[in-house]
């Protein structure tokens, strides 16, 4: 495994993430990304380490709680765009 740079056009797995304060004030996330190969010693892993306002913290985990809540429901038609 490498920690080069991601091909933005290629899928990223989260391997590992970690969460914490920063100053009292902001929430602090580190996210590490790998890419999926089929050869796993050219994988390469990225860690992002990311600052945010107590309000966006919870924006992102209510977020991934919801999308979480919708895979246990199935599979269902959505035309929702980003």
């Known amino acids: 495994?490498?920690?080069?740079?991601?091909?933005?056009?290629?899928?990223?797995?989260?391997?590992?993430?970690s969460v914490g304060?920063?100053?009292?004030?902001?929430?602090?996330?580190v996210l590490e990304v790998a890419s999926i190969?089929?050869?796993?010693?050219?994988?390469?892993c990225i860690?992002?380490?990311?600052?945010?306002t107590p309000f966006m913290a919870q924006s992102l985990g209510n977020a991934l709680l919801t999308a979480a809540e919708a895979l246990k429901m199935g599979a269902c038609v959505s035309h929702l765009k980003n």
């Open 37 to 44: 190969e089929d050869d796993p010693s050219s994988t390469i």
């Open 47 to 52: 860690q992002i380490p990311m600052a945010m």
């Open 1 to 17: 495994m490498t920690h080069d740079t991601l091909d933005n056009d290629k899928i990223t797995a989260l391997t590992r993430f």
């Open 21 to 29: 304060t920063l100053d009292e004030c902001e929430a602090m996330m």
